[in-house]
């Protein structure tokens, strides 16, 4: 059963603080979005990976924002220093792009809120 | 004017009719469109994908495109409560793949 996993599912820090998010894609699927998910602004992309390589990271505010991918495996979003503002639900997506096509497939999110 | 709009609802059907779900995108070039079901608290779940012109059935579930018209359409026949939830339209950016622009949502509520 391919799924996209995530961790940590719930994360509560203060302001401030190092946030890390790991994200394993399918494997094969060689594209990896980062996502942010508030009441307000739905969901919006932050990053995009196609075959490890950084494609279009123009969502992400760059000053406390990063985003990688070490290995084909795991993707990392971190933020440092973590804001109030910050707080939302991360989703990583992957999928395998066929020429134009192509569709994307979500993990369960990871559910953060700063103090 | 947004990439991909929506209406944001809530749409209210009685179990079972037919409920319909009405997307625009403003992107002609776009190729890829797809669906997604998200339940509240839980994560986007891909439920159709349409690439062509004209209807695409996956048991009672049917998408819609008209690309001249530039809109995407999803039908729910014999709709469920378990059907209710936010469904998001996802058009796939110029040039970029299957880079994604998400509409906002439309929430459906199914009554029994």
């Known amino acids: 059963d391919a799924r996209v996993t995530q961790t940590p599912r719930h994360k509560v820090t203060e302001m401030g603080q190092e946030v890390t998010m790991r994200c394993q894609p399918i494997l094969g699927h060689n594209t990896v979005f980062w996502y942010r998910q508030t009441m307000m602004q739905g969901l919006e992309l932050l990053a995009y990976?196609?075959?490890?390589?950084?494609?279009?990271d123009s969502g992400m505010p760059k000053d406390r924002f990063s985003a990688e991918m070490p290995d084909a495996t795991l993707a990392t979003l971190k933020i440092q220093p973590s804001e109030p503002r910050d707080s939302a639900v991360y989703f990583c997506?992957?999928?395998?792009?066929?020429?134009?096509?192509?569709?994307?497939?979500f993990g369960p999110g990871t559910r953060l809120t700063v103090l | 004017q947004k990439e991909v709009e929506q209406n944001s609802g809530p749409l209210s059907v009685p179990e079972g009719a037919i409920a319909s779900l009405n997307c625009t995108y403003s992107d002609r070039v776009s190729q890829s469109f797809f669906w997604y079901r998200q339940y509240s608290g839980k994560s986007p779940e891909l439920i159709m994908s349409i690439y062509s012109n004209g209807d695409k059935e996956d048991g009672r579930f049917t998408a819609q495109l008209n690309k001249a018209s530039q809109y995407v359409s999803l039908l729910i026949r014999d709709s469920q409560p378990s059907d209710s939830a936010t469904y998001l339209c996802?058009?796939?950016?110029?040039?970029?793949?299957?880079?994604?622009?998400f509409g906002a949502g439309t929430i459906l509520r199914v009554k029994s």
């Open positions: 996802a058009v796939n950016a110029k040039g970029y793949g299957n880079k994604l622009v």
């Open positions: 990976f196609r075959n490890r390589a950084p494609l279009d």
């Open positions: 997506a992957s999928g395998l792009v066929l020429g134009s096509l192509g569709e994307q497939f």
